[in-house]
């Protein structure tokens, strides 16, 4: 187990990068914790499998080191970085058993018979295949499949790492989340690193201690599900992050206020001037409608959800959702939306900007 | 509920049994008229039952010839899967390189039968064939017309020139199939080169395989032209396959009634063995399954 450290790491599928956009990866420096459970989210075409296969050694990247502790791994084999990694859809070798399949990991090793044994039978239990050891792999239904390729994932007890890229894609809701508490627990018990590639936030934000955002070739942002909440660094990870995703509106800032659709809007912190495109962002959570204090708003509908409303309106032609705690009253009457001052977050093209003064607080 | 009946439909069939008629069973049935029957010319014939048969079943050239087909075919087939397979596993995965292999490959089997025993029947011979003037240059005592050891070679080496290409395009079509991320799983599971093959690619080349190796047995225990046009079955007749022998029984010496128990005989036992390998490698897997 080690520590894994990723310096001035960007790849590219060109032989010859002319421009950024021609790299999946742009420029990063990480490190990913020993012992971390991280889930690495994205959109679909993000640069999330390219990361992954980069650690594992399946992918050579065009830029920068791979560090497993101190040693340069960068070009190191696969075989050597001693990584586990389990593929989006079921890899098994159809003529094998499934104990066989299980076994393969540890046998390539050289593990003698009756410790891969105990370790497949652990694995098997661990997986509900008990029952099923001795029977061909062919034949299984995916979901099966599924569990074999993450039992094989999770077979080895020395490995650097574990690596699952979105391993529960195939698999029926009930199981998914039985297999996701087992991954849960297999961490608190063996501490592996591991690092979970999802486009699904509740499997993230369930499975992970720190949660990696990444958007088009960038990590941009790496935190605790509380910050990505509370503080997100980009407006992507505050559109990504949360259901539904952040509000955002063009809006001039001018020291602790800004100015959005005619109307001044307090921040809870004053900013000095900022270049680029300036928005304001809110969550639905921190909005609340009003008989008149704030931006003028439309409501289109009202959904239930059950623990509370999310509204859906408009401001100035631009959505904006607010979230209804239980119990209150929705009239017509409510015409303007208000935002919590201490909750705005402001960018600048796309980014987060620190404030000026120090003046904010976060509950 | 009323259903009309209107056999009528029933002449809806008859184009299907038409075409079969004429493509199948009356060439066949001739056969089986001539295989039991004898002719002294004039196109008079007597019933002779099942003498042919007996004839042909205790015939020992016959015998010999079929020993001589199962040899050739062994041969070829031992030495064109592993091979095939090989070229496949070493060709380009994409890019120029592998359209360019995959024309090169698909060029033998696009040269007409005759042609392909005529380049052989010219390349190997000793006065003017590139491939015999230079052996007999370089020393080496080489010559298909005398030898029977030449000759066999020659007509295998040509074979597996012929045929190598439609295995190897078989199975590269097999490999090419299999998603990277199954060697992607294998190098994360350490796995050695064999156990890539023996695991991940054999598994996955079997159905394209099982054609491969039916389709090589077939056409080589039916093989014809080839070595007719280089060999003439001879020197002797070393190789004489099968076919070969039909040949001479039924329009050399047009002995039609022993030619004819014979080809029925030879289809026989060429169904039988397909169906026996076919039976055999669709079950191998099959094995302590589910």
Same mark, same amino acid.
């Given at each position: 187990?080690?520590?894994?450290?990723?310096?001035?790491?960007?790849? /590219?599928?060109?032989?010859?990068?002319?421009?950024? /956009?021609?790299?999946?990866?742009?420029?990063?420096?990480?490190?990913?914790?020993?012992?971390?459970?991280?889930?690495?989210?994205?959109?679909?075409?993000?640069?999330?499998?390219?990361?992954?296969?980069?650690?594992?050694?399946?992918?050579?990247?065009?830029?920068?080191?791979?560090?497993?502790?101190?040693?340069?791994?960068?070009?190191?084999?696969?075989?050597?970085?001693?990584?586990?990694?389990?593929?989006?859809?079921? *890899?098994?070798?159809?003529?094998?058993?499934?104990?066989?399949?299980?076994?393969?990991?540890?046998?390539?090793?050289?593990?003698?018979?009756?410790? *891969?044994?105990?370790?497949?039978?652990?694995?098997?239990?661990?997986?509900?295949?008990?029952?099923?050891?001795?029977?061909?792999?062919?034949?299984?239904?995916?979901?099966?499949?599924?569990?074999? /390729?993450?039992?094989?994932?999770?077979?080895?007890?020395?490995?650097?790492?574990?690596?699952?890229?979105?391993?529960?894609?195939? #698999?029926?809701?009930?199981?998914?989340?039985?297999?996701? %508490?087992?991954?849960?627990?297999?961490?608190?018990?063996?501490?592996?690193?591991?690092?979970?590639?999802?486009?699904?936030?509740?499997?993230?934000?369930?499975?992970?201690?720190?949660? *990696?955002?990444?958007?088009?070739?960038?990590?941009?942002?790496?935190?605790?599900?509380?910050?990505?909440?509370?503080?997100?660094?980009?407006?992507?990870?505050?559109?990504?992050?949360?259901?539904?995703?952040?509000?955002?509106?063009?809006?001039?800032?001018? $020291?602790?206020?800004?100015?959005?659709? $005619?109307?001044?809007?307090?921040?809870?912190?004053?900013?000095?001037?900022?270049?680029?495109?300036?928005?304001?962002?809110?969550?639905?959570?921190?909005?609340?409608? %009003?008989?008149?204090?704030?931006?003028?708003?439309?409501?289109?509908?009202?959904?239930?959800?059950?623990?509370?409303?999310?509204?859906?309106?408009?401001?100035?032609?631009?959505?904006?959702? #607010?979230?209804?705690?239980?119990?209150?009253?929705?009239?017509?009457?409510?015409?303007?939306?208000?935002?919590?001052?201490?909750?705005? /977050?402001?960018?600048?093209?796309?980014?987060?900007? %620190?404030?000026? %003064?120090?003046?904010?607080? *976060?509950? | 509920?009323?259903?009309?009946?209107?056999?009528?439909?029933?002449?809806?069939?008859?184009?299907? &049994?038409?075409?079969?008629?004429?493509?199948?069973?009356?060439?066949?049935?001739?056969?089986?008229?001539?295989?039991?029957?004898?002719?002294?010319?004039?196109?008079?014939?007597?019933?002779?039952?099942?003498?042919?048969?007996?004839?042909?079943?205790?015939?020992?050239?016959?015998?010999?010839?079929?020993?001589?087909?199962?040899?050739?075919?062994?041969?070829?087939?031992?030495?064109?899967?592993?091979?095939?397979?090989?070229?496949?596993?070493? @060709?380009?995965?994409?890019?120029?390189?592998?359209?360019?292999?995959?024309?090169?490959?698909?060029?033998?089997?696009?040269?007409? +039968?005759?042609?392909?025993?005529?380049?052989?029947?010219?390349?190997?011979?000793?006065?003017?064939? &590139?491939?015999?003037?230079?052996?007999?240059?370089?020393?080496?005592?080489?010559?298909?017309?005398?030898?029977?050891?030449?000759?066999?070679?020659?007509?295998?080496?040509?074979?597996?020139?012929?045929?190598?290409?439609?295995?190897?395009? &078989?199975?590269?079509?097999?490999?090419?199939?299999?998603?990277?991320?199954?060697?992607?799983?294998?190098?994360?599971?350490?796995?050695?080169?064999?156990?890539?093959?023996?695991?991940?690619?054999?598994?996955?080349?079997?159905?394209?395989?099982?054609?491969?190796?039916?389709?090589?047995?077939?056409?080589? +225990? @039916?093989?014809?032209?080839?070595? +007719?046009?280089?060999?003439?079955?001879?020197?002797?007749?070393?190789?004489?396959?099968?076919?070969?022998?039909?040949?001479?029984?039924?329009?050399?010496?047009?002995?039609?009634?022993?030619?004819?128990?014979?080809?029925?005989?030879?289809?026989?036992?060429?169904?039988?063995?397909?169906?026996?390998?076919?039976?055999?490698?669709?079950?191998?897997?099959?094995?302590?399954?589910?």
């Amino acid at each position: 187990m080690a520590q894994i450290t990723l310096s001035k790491l960007a790849h /590219s599928y060109f032989p010859n990068p002319k421009s950024e /956009s021609e790299f999946a990866l742009k420029e990063m420096d990480h490190v990913w914790d020993d012992g971390g459970a991280y889930a690495l989210l994205g959109s679909s075409g993000c640069g999330k499998t390219t990361l992954l296969n980069i650690i594992s050694g399946l992918v050579r990247p065009s830029h920068g080191r791979v560090l497993f502790g101190a040693t340069d791994m960068t070009d190191a084999p696969t075989a050597e970085r001693n990584i586990a990694q389990v593929f989006q859809f079921p *890899v098994v070798y159809d003529t094998m058993t499934v104990r066989d399949n299980l076994a393969f990991p540890l046998r390539n090793r050289g593990k003698d018979a009756a410790y *891969v044994k105990a370790r497949v039978d652990h694995i098997a239990a661990m997986i509900g295949m008990e029952a099923r050891l001795n029977h061909k792999a062919r034949g299984l239904t995916a979901d099966a499949k599924q569990k074999i /390729s993450l039992g094989r994932g999770m077979v080895r007890e020395d490995v650097n790492a574990i690596l699952f890229d979105e391993p529960l894609t195939v #698999i029926d809701p009930h199981m998914k989340w039985e297999l996701r %508490t087992q991954l849960k627990q297999l961490h608190r018990e063996f501490r592996h690193t591991m690092i979970y590639v999802t486009h699904d936030q509740t499997e993230a934000l369930t499975f992970a201690d720190k949660v *990696v955002v990444m958007y088009d070739g960038r990590v941009v942002q790496m935190g605790t599900p509380q910050d990505l909440f509370d503080t997100p660094a980009h407006t992507f990870v505050g559109y990504f992050i949360g259901s539904p995703g952040m509000n955002l509106f063009d809006a001039d800032i001018a $020291g602790s206020h800004a100015a959005l659709l $005619g109307v001044q809007v307090a921040l809870g912190a004053a900013y000095g001037p900022i270049k680029g495109r300036t928005q304001i962002g809110i969550r639905p959570e921190f909005v609340t409608l %009003t008989a008149g204090q704030g931006v003028p708003v439309r409501i289109l509908r009202v959904e239930d959800v059950g623990r509370h409303r999310i509204i859906r309106a408009e401001a100035g032609g631009k959505p904006l959702n #607010i979230i209804a705690p239980e119990g209150q009253p929705i009239g017509t009457d409510l015409t303007h939306a208000a935002f919590a001052p201490d909750r705005i /977050s402001v960018y600048a093209d796309d980014w987060r900007v %620190t404030p000026a %003064t120090a003046t904010r607080k *976060v509950a | 509920m009323d259903k009309t009946q209107n056999n009528k439909a029933w002449f809806l069939v008859l184009p299907v &049994l038409a075409l079969v008629a004429f493509s199948a069973v009356i060439p066949l049935m001739t056969v089986v008229n001539y295989s039991l029957q004898d002719t002294f010319g004039n196109n008079e014939f007597f019933w002779a039952g099942l003498e042919w048969f007996e004839d042909v079943l205790d015939s020992d050239r016959i015998k010999d010839a079929l020993g001589r087909q199962i040899l050739f075919t062994g041969i070829i087939l031992a030495i064109e899967v592993p091979l095939g397979i090989f070229v496949a596993l070493n @060709m380009p995965k994409k890019g120029f390189w592998a359209s360019f292999c995959l024309v090169l490959m698909a060029l033998p089997l696009l040269i007409p +039968f005759n042609v392909v025993g005529t380049i052989w029947q010219i390349f190997g011979r000793v006065d003017i064939g &590139l491939l015999g003037h230079t052996l007999a240059a370089m020393g080496v005592d080489y010559n298909y017309t005398n030898d029977v050891f030449d000759a066999w070679a020659t007509v295998i080496i040509m074979d597996v020139w012929h045929w190598t290409s439609l295995v190897a395009l &078989l199975s590269y079509a097999g490999l090419q199939s299999i998603p990277e991320a199954y060697y992607q799983a294998a190098k994360i599971d350490q796995a050695g080169r064999l156990a890539v093959f023996r695991y991940i690619e054999l598994p996955k080349m079997q159905g394209v395989l099982l054609i491969a190796i039916l389709l090589r047995f077939m056409d080589s +225990f @039916m093989i014809y032209t080839e070595p +007719f046009v280089v060999t003439g079955g001879g020197p002797g007749n070393a190789t004489t396959f099968l076919s070969i022998d039909l040949v001479k029984q039924a329009i050399g010496q047009f002995d039609l009634g022993p030619a004819a128990a014979f080809s029925l005989i030879y289809f026989l036992v060429i169904l039988l063995i397909s169906w026996v390998f076919y039976t055999v490698m669709t079950n191998l897997d099959k094995r302590d399954g589910v």
